[in-house]
T-cell receptor, first 113, second 113 residues
């Protein structure tokens, strides 16, 4: 009965490759997010979708492309991976944007070699 | 833009010590304020919240008061336990639709027995 689940948990790949991370939530929430956590634990918003519509797109390279096939799923595709993309990527969901608390998945640790 | 500044780095109390982790925020909106906690290998989870000025969030002996006059939301506990060891994030979100949670840089709490 996991609320927000993301796969894979670990992803090790070489520079230049393309990879995807999948996320699903079973909370019935309308809004989903991708956050990036760097090696110093800093969490930064990347994208947010509300009911399949992109509403937040922070300054993220075009190599990152989110896709939301329905409001329960938000995937992240990354093209031409670079060393600096190594981080933990967290998916999250909330009932709506603004004041609602976020529910996070357990993260995907991406290592680019 | 919105920002959150909190006690950085590590805090190293002994069991039974009192704790204050400072958090200050900047925003032009009317924010809701949160503390999130992150255990190793997991995503951040909501620890406590305060939705408006003078609200006090409480959870597991921790408290934080939403102080608009000093733009602060310090996390306090009278007597910490080893099981409280984790990374704590102060965060805000505004009431404006389409906004995401903005995090501070995190404080690592390591309680020794």
């Amino acid at each position: 009965d996991t609320a927000v689940s993301q796969t894979p948990k670990y992803l090790v790949t070489q520079m230049g490759n393309d990879k995807s991370i999948k996320c699903e939530q079973n909370l019935g929430h309308d809004t989903m997010y991708w956050y990036k956590q760097d090696s110093k634990k800093f969490l930064k918003i990347m994208f947010s979708y509300n009911n399949k519509e992109l509403i937040i797109n922070e300054t993220v390279p075009n190599r990152f492309s989110p896709k939301s096939p329905d409001k329960a799923h938000l995937n992240l595709h990354i093209n031409s991976l670079e060393l600096g993309d190594s981080a933990v990527y967290f998916c999250a969901s909330s009932q709506r944007t603004g004041e609602s608390p976020l529910h996070f998945g357990n993260g995907t640790r991406l290592t680019v070699t | 833009g919105d920002s959150v500044v909190q006690t950085e780095g590590q805090v190293l109390p002994s069991e039974g010590d009192s704790l204050i982790v400072n958090c200050s925020y900047e925003t032009t909106q009317y924010p809701s304020l949160f503390w999130y906690v992150q255990y190793p290998g997991e995503g951040p989870q909501l620890h406590l919240k305060a939705m408006k000025a003078n609200d006090k969030g409480r959870n597991k002996g921790f408290e934080a008061m939403y102080r608009k006059e000093t733009t602060s939301f310090h996390l306090e506990k009278d007597s910490v336990q080893e099981s409280d060891s984790a990374v704590y994030f102060c965060a805000l979100t505004s009431s404006q639709a389409g906004t995401a949670l903005i995090f501070g840089k995190g404080t690592t709490l390591s309680v020794s027995s």
